[in-house]
């Protein structure tokens, strides 16, 4: 795998949904009822993800989406 390459792993997926529950549990970040049901929702993805094991470039295809920088951000 380069360094472009990013494998969503079980192990990923797994540390995505633990590190979030901490910054939630200690108050780090606080969403609306909605938007926290939106990612829960997409935890729940990452999930199904991870047991898939995907390895792709997704680093590249989403430079190639959305840039890299200030251009990301619009």
Known sequence: MTHDEFAWTPAYATDLAEATGRVLGIGGLALPAKVLLLWRQRLGAAAVIGMLDAKA???RVL????????????
């Open 57 to 59: 470039s997704f680093r």
């Open 63 to 74: 430079i190639e989406l959305i840039g890299t920088g200030r251009k990301a951000l619009r």
